[in-house]
T-cell receptor
């Protein structure tokens, strides 16, 4: 696609429920990243996928968080047993090159509210 | 110490003035540096990147990098109200992921 596509754009869920957030990167981009941004805070790295390599999961805050990337394209971030502190905007980004000189293109994000 | 530090602001400048946004980073092996602009309720948008010491200019924007001082800045000339946003500094080291500062809020006043 023309840009990074995320769905849903908004999600309200009850505490304790599981949620799935979807990211469709720019076609041909091999690197995919998930970040989250809490109200008034900076971007917090969650997980990074590059091609068929094992993902860098070093930013996942707990074992309730997991992500997968199927066929080197679409990615799904799953949060199990959601808590109120999980409320944030979840941003996906992709990059065409893992060379250090490339920045990312972000999607429009999924605003998650846990009530 | 935070890995990437920015003054949260708000930084207020009059229309037409130069806005100067600053960022320091702690990891000496950092190789590339980026500035993102984020409007309220929107996602970050890449506006500048810089890799070598010195200045890099693109239109009204100039990025400055001093690796010895671990300092990167963004100058916006002829500031416009449409420049009002939060500016995020991001640093990439050897791990291919960007580390972001918390951003500086810029307000350009008429």
């Amino acid at each position: 696609g023309a840009g990074v596509s995320q769905s849903p754009s908004n999600k309200v869920t009850e505490k304790g429920k599981d949620v799935e957030l979807r990211c469709d990167p720019i076609s041909g981009h091999t690197a995919l990243y998930w970040y989250r941004q809490s109200l008034g805070q900076g971007l917090e790295f969650l997980i990074y996928f590059q091609g068929n390599s094992a993902p860098d999961k070093s930013g996942l805050p707990s074992d309730r968080f997991s992500a997968e990337r199927t066929g080197g394209s679409v990615s799904t971030l799953t949060i199990q047993r959601t808590q109120q502190e999980d409320s944030a905007v979840y941003l996906c980004a992709s990059s065409s090159n893992t060379d250090n000189y490339y920045g990312y293109t972000f999607g429009s994000g999924t605003r998650l509210t846990v009530v | 110490q935070k890995e990437v530090e920015q003054n949260s602001g708000p930084l207020s400048v009059p229309e037409g003035a130069i806005a100067s946004l600053n960022c320091t980073y702690s990891d000496r092996v950092s190789q590339s540096f980026f500035w993102y602009r984020q409007y309220s309720g929107k996602s970050p948008e890449l506006i500048m990147s810089i890799y070598s010491n010195g200045d890099k200019e693109d239109g009204r924007f100039t990025a400055q990098l001093n690796k010895a001082s671990q300092y990167v800045s963004l100058l916006i000339r002829d500031s416009q109200p449409s420049d009002s946003a939060t500016y995020l500094c991001a640093v990439k080291g050897g791990g291919n992921k960007l580390t972001f500062g918390t951003g500086t809020q810029l307000k350009v006043e008429l």
